[in-house]
T-cell receptor, first 114, second 114 residues
């Protein structure tokens, strides 16, 4: 069990470019969550998956954001036409689901839009 | 709606002194409560959690927290702080009613002076 893995750790992109982040959850964890953390704030929920099904999207997730979890394993978060306001740490977490389970977080992807 | 308030933005404590971080929550059902720690540029590490049962919970690194339903609080304590405890601490609330999506406080930054 290697924990939740996120790639890349850091991404610098020009405004208007598209970016994609990847999250590999702990194996056999059926729930996967994406959070966004801006400087000086706590993480905010973006979206989550139960296996391959995306069950909820926060209103923070504009139409420029899309997330997938094909085959219920790894997940990708894509941001199209990035804006400076998208600069943040994007955190992925996974859990076994069911009762009394906690989420384990990855190291995050730090996005800087210039 | 669920929410978390961490009243203290920044706390400075001397090495070897005791530490208490405050957390107040709002949640419509029995809360699941968590404390996470984050070092600069890193993801979140779970310190401890409360689901049910004994209201005083022990965590890693010598931390403990007490759930007080009457005060809607879940304060984190450590009897003797080490320099390595300097970090940002986040309190979070969630539960089965909302598929364990977490709401985080804004965090408390702890500085440890020699």
């Amino acid at each position: 069990d290697t924990g939740v893995s996120q790639d890349p750790r850091h991404k610098i992109t020009k405004r208007g470019q598209n970016v994609t982040f990847r999250c590999d959850p702990i194996s056999e964890h059926n729930r996967l969550y994406w959070y966004r953390q801006t400087l000086g704030q706590g993480p905010e929920f973006l979206t989550y998956f139960q296996n391959e099904a995306q069950l909820e999207k926060s209103r923070l997730l504009s139409d420029r954001f899309s997330a997938e979890r094909p085959k219920g394993s790894f997940s990708t978060l894509e941001i199209q036409r990035t804006e400076q306001g998208d600069s943040a740490m994007y955190l992925c977490a996974s859990s076994q689901g069911g009762v009394d389970t906690e989420a384990f977080f990855g190291q995050g992807t730090r996005l800087t839009v210039v | 709606a669920q929410s978390v308030t961490q009243p203290d933005i920044h706390i400075t404590v001397s090495e070897g002194a005791s530490l208490e971080l405050r957390c107040n929550y709002s949640y419509g059902a029995t809360p699941y409560l968590f404390w996470y720690v984050q070092s600069p540029g890193q993801g979140l590490q779970l310190l401890l959690k409360y689901f049910s049962g004994d209201t005083l919970v022990q965590g890693i690194k010598g931390f403990e927290a007490e759930f007080k339903r009457s005060q809607s609080s879940f304060n984190l304590r450590k009897p003797s702080v080490h320099w390595s405890d300097a970090a940002e601490y986040f309190c979070a609330v969630g539960g089965p009613e909302n598929d364990y999506k977490l709401s985080f406080g804004a965090g408390t930054t702890v500085t440890v002076r020699a």
